[in-house]
């Protein structure tokens, strides 16, 4: 079993609509990552978070650290908003960070 | 544009071949990391250092693999004697102590 687990896999929306990625981990983390790939893209990073929620314009990330689970919202969802999404933990006492495996999601216009 | 450069953006090599990708982080980032990725894959960790240290290695890293950091500057990783499994994108990320990492845009190997 993975450290990392991400749900769904893969999720298609109409533009417009609400859209939640889940993550839950099993390892003691320090921090949690939102990533964001686009096909033949790099890596940026959306969110770092370590308690609570963070917000930046439509995405939205929340932490619950007893439960070992995290989310990524997205309101009003764009076509643009098309990406592969990447959870990513920092270890506790560890250099390494450890990633899910992505959502893959596809926002039709 | 994040900031970390990677390079070569591609390279195809011939089953046997040493190869060699270089990383330059943002200037200040005291730690860097090297990653791989494969197709439908999160990245997954081969190594890191914080300035010129390196401080962990994954059990992926076989003999074939090494990485360096002179100065604490850029990295190269090496690949010896390559496999056809080797085949993946190469991803370098740097961060200033334990802040958000900036990716490269990764190195894709595909080995023939």
Not at chain 1, 30 to 52: D, K, N, R
Not at chain 2, 79 to 97: F, N, P, V
């Amino acid at each position: 079993k993975n450290e990392v687990e991400q749900s769904p896999q893969n999720l298609t929306a109409q533009e417009g609509e609400f859209i939640t990625i889940n993550c839950s981990y099993s390892v003691g983390i320090s921090a949690l990552h939102w990533l964001q790939q686009h096909p033949g893209g790099g890596i940026v990073s959306l969110f770092m978070l370590s308690s609570g929620k963070k917000k930046h314009g439509r995405l939205i990330a929340t932490i619950n650290i007893q439960e070992k689970h995290s989310s990524l919202h997205i309101t009003a969802s764009h076509p643009r908003d098309s990406a592969v999404y990447i959870c990513a933990v920092d270890v506790t006492n560890a250099g390494k960070s450890t990633f899910g495996d992505g959502t893959t999601l596809t926002v039709k216009p | 544009d994040t900031g970390v450069s990677q390079d070569p953006r591609h390279k195809i090599t011939k089953r046997g071949q040493n190869v060699t990708f270089r990383c330059d982080p943002i200037s200040e980032h005291n730690r860097l990391y090297w990653y791989r990725q494969t197709l439908g894959q999160g990245p997954e960790f081969l190594t890191y250092f914080q300035n010129e240290a390196q401080l962990e290695k994954s059990r992926l890293l076989s003999d074939r693999f090494s990485a360096e950091r002179p100065k604490g500057s850029f990295s190269t990783l090496e690949i010896q004697r390559t496999e056809q499994g080797d085949s993946a994108m190469y991803l370098c990320a740097s961060r200033l102590r334990l802040d958000t990492q900036y990716f490269g845009p990764g190195t894709r190997l595909t080995v023939l």
